[in-house]
């Protein structure tokens, strides 16, 4: 058994369907509505995690801060993962740049004309959220990770495209973020606290399952493409 997945995964690292993009049929829009189906799901899928964090009132208490009543439990602070920046970007690895891109415009006016697919509901307003630059940005994480892919395989490679896609989506949520704020005349220490919520706490995570999510996208690639084809 552990013989014939090896050879199936070596068949598929060596298949030159990953060098090519699906062409505009039934089949691939097919696959990208079912990739928009999966983006939404991701939304809603908590993960419970967990993320180094300072215990409270300790920078009042900086010497006592690794004294003898600290425990290492301290300074775990547990929240829920939502793994929809990993499933976006591997929906990207198998639809590629063009088609990959569709699918996240779907996604984002489907939202916008009002389903609540986003974290926090739908609508035309859902633009003045402070998070919404971050959905943003999943036009740009896949477009320049999918670009990135296209080729002959290799982990530099694949490491190079999820540290870019991750990347570019937390820049421009960023970016987006802080004119939210400037607009609704925030005070700026805010602006280190959401950056510190939606992009801190999870950054980390997004590159490892990220990185996972774009090599399992290039196997999935293969199984799909007599349907893109």
């Known amino acids: 058994m552990k013989i014939e997945i090896k050879h199936i995964i070596k068949k598929i ?13 039934f089949g691939s829009i097919l696959v990208v509505f079912l990739s928009f ?6 939304t809603f899928t908590r993960i419970p995690l ?8 300790e920078f009042l208490n900086f010497f006592q801060l690794f004294g003898s009543e600290q425990e290492f439990s301290d300074f775990i602070k547990y929240f829920y993962y939502i ?25 984002i006016i489907a939202g916008l004309f009002g389903l609540p697919i986003f974290a926090s509901g ?14 943003l940005g999943y ?3 896949v477009f320049f990770s ?22 570019w989506i937390h820049i ?21 606290g959401w950056i510190w919520v939606v992009t801190g706490m999870q950054i980390l995570y997004d590159l490892i399952f990220s990185f996972i999510t774009l090599y399992i996208g290039r196997f999935i690639k293969v199984l799909l493409w007599p349907i893109m084809e």
């Open 50 to 57: 967990f993320h180094l964090a300072m215990p409270e009132g």
């Open 172 to 192: 421009v949520g960023i970016i987006y973020m802080s004119i939210v704020l400037l607009i609704k005349q925030q005070p700026f220490i805010s602006l280190f």
């Open 83 to 107: 793994p929809q920046i990993p499933v976006t970007l591997m929906v990207g690895a198998i639809l590629g740049p063009s088609m990959g891109v569709f699918a996240v415009l779907i996604y």
């Open 37 to 42: 189906l999966f983006i939404t799901m991701s």
């Open 139 to 141: 036009l740009f994480g």
């Open 122 to 135: 739908g609508g035309i307003s859902y633009v003045a959220n402070s998070g919404f630059g971050y959905i």
């Open 13 to 25: 690292k060596k298949s030159k369907i990953i060098e090519k993009y699906p062409k505009l049929n």
């Open 146 to 167: 999918s670009k990135i892919l296209r080729g002959k395989f290799s982990f530099k490679k694949l490491l190079f495209a999820t540290i870019s896609g991750i990347l």
